[in-house]
C-alpha cells in the first residue's frame, strides 16, 4: 500500500530565507508525486509534478523537489521564501491501482517578516 | 489552464434541507471528478470518485443516498447533501483528473457548508 509521511507538520521561517517542507513516501511501483499549496479558505492549487521524468523537478512560483528513490524522498524547497507563501503545503502520491491520491497530513508554513 | 469551478462558494441552510453543489472544469473535459471532505486543520478525505456516465465509487463509510453525486458530463459533476444536518457541516472540495492516473487532479475553491 502507498502512504506518505510529511515529517514536520508546522514550519516557520523568516522572510528571504529558505524553505524546506519534507516528504517521505512508501510505494510498491513507481510513484507519482506531487505538492499542493491550499490558502485558508481556498481549494488545492498544483505546484508541481513528478511523473518518472527528471528526478528535480521546478514548479511555481520558485518552488521545486527532487525525487530521492534511494530515500524515498521527495522534498519540496524555495531559495527565498516570501510572506505570499504562507499557506498550508500537501505531499500527495498516486494511487494508480486505485485511481486517488494519497495525501499527507500537510505542514503549514508560517513566514515572518 | 486547468481551472476548475466550483459553487458556490459558501452556502447557509436550515437542517432538513438539501444542498447541492457543482464542480465544472472550464477548459478541459474531465474523465474523472473527485470529491472531498475537509475538517478543520486536517487534510482532504476523498469522499467518492465519479466517471462521466457511470456510478460514483464512494469510500468506505461515505453515505451514497445522503451524499448522491451525479456526473452527467464531461465538464460537471454535481454533490447533493441530503436532509442536512449540523454535522454535515464542513469545507467540500472537488477536483477534475484530465487523462490518465498519473495526470495531476486540479482543484476547485472549496464550498463552506454551514447547516444550522
Known amino acids: 500500500a502507498q502512504s506518505v509521511t510529511q515529517l514536520d507538520s508546522h514550519v516557520s521561517v523568516s522572510e528571504g530565507t529558505p524553505v524546506l517542507l519534507r516528504c517521505n513516501y512508501s510505494?510498491?511501483?513507481?510513484?507519482?508525486l506531487f505538492w499542493y499549496v491550499q490558502h485558508p479558505n481556498k481549494g488545492l492549487q498544483l505546484l508541481l509534478k513528478y511523473t518518472s521524468a527528471a528526478t528535480l523537478v521546478k514548479g511555481i512560483n520558485g518552488f521545486e523537489a527532487e525525487f530521492k528513490k534511494s530515500e524515498t524522498s521527495f522534498h519540496l524547497t524555495k531559495p527565498s521564501a516570501h510572506m505570499s507563501d504562507a499557506a498550508e503545503y500537501f505531499c500527495?502520491?498516486?494511487?494508480?491501482?486505485?485511481?486517488?491520491?494519497?495525501f499527507g497530513a500537510g505542514t503549514r508554513l508560517a513566514v515572518h517578516p | 489552464g486547468a481551472v476548475v469551478s466550483q459553487h458556490p462558494s459558501w452556502v447557509i441552510c436550515k437542517s432538513g434541507t438539501s444542498v447541492k453543489i457543482e464542480c465544472r472544469s472550464l477548459?478541459?473535459?474531465?474523465?474523472?471528478m473527485f470529491w472531498y471532505r475537509q475538517f478543520p486543520k486536517q487534510s482532504l478525505m476523498l469522499m467518492a470518485t465519479s466517471n462521466e456516465g457511470s456510478k460514483a465509487t464512494y469510500e468506505q463509510g461515505v453515505e451514497k443516498d445522503k451524499f448522491l453525486i451525479n456526473h452527467a458530463s464531461l465538464t460537471l459533476s454535481t454533490l447533493t447533501v441530503t436532509s442536512a444536518h449540523p454535522e454535515d457541516s464542513s469545507f467540500y472540495i472537488c477536483?477534475?483528473?484530465?487523462?490518465?492516473?498519473?495526470?495531476?487532479?486540479?482543484f476547485g475553491d472549496g464550498t463552506r457548508l454551514s447547516i444550522l
Open positions: 477548459d478541459f473535459q474531465a474523465t474523472t
Open positions: 500527495v502520491v498516486s494511487d494508480l491501482g486505485y485511481n486517488k491520491l494519497i
Open positions: 510505494s510498491s511501483y513507481s510513484p507519482s
Open positions: 477536483s477534475a483528473r484530465e487523462g490518465g492516473l498519473n495526470q495531476p487532479q486540479h
